[in-house]
């Protein structure tokens, strides 16, 4: 990685993933603490960590609960015609398969089946 992504303006800076993507050092832009003070108060404060879990866990909820736009529905359609399944979307989209399996059924797209073929009459 090099230092010019830590310039971009939506580099995470004062977080775990800010110090995850490697800001480590004084160039570090946070207003308040830097990405490697929020990662070395996270492994020694109990509290703090506990805040900050539980702050990451109902932003990752909000995340999978918001409802699917056109523009998703738009990648939806990209992605199944590039033959990806709804796991694979879903990881992209950060919806739930399931939630991307029930859209995709309402596009009339149709469901790429995970794992091995199932044995039929045809194809023993
Ligand atoms: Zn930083």
Request: net charge positive.
């Amino acid at each position: 990685m090099s230092g010019r992504d830590f310039e971009a303006d939506d580099f995470p800076h004062g977080t775990l993933e800010g110090y995850a993507r490697g800001c480590r050092g004084t160039h570090c832009e946070a207003t308040g603490m830097t990405c490697s003070e929020t990662q070395r108060r996270y492994q020694g404060d109990w509290q703090f960590r506990r805040a900050l879990d539980a702050e990451r866990a109902a932003a990752a909820k909000a995340r999978r609960n918001r409802t699917i736009t056109p523009a998703d529905e738009q990648t939806i359609t990209e992605m199944a015609h590039a033959g990806k399944n709804n796991a694979d979307i879903a990881k992209v989209l950060g919806f739930t398969p399931g939630a991307i399996g029930s859209r995709r059924r309402a596009l009339g797209l149709p469901s790429i089946p995970r794992g091995r073929p199932r044995k039929t009459k045809e194809a023993p």
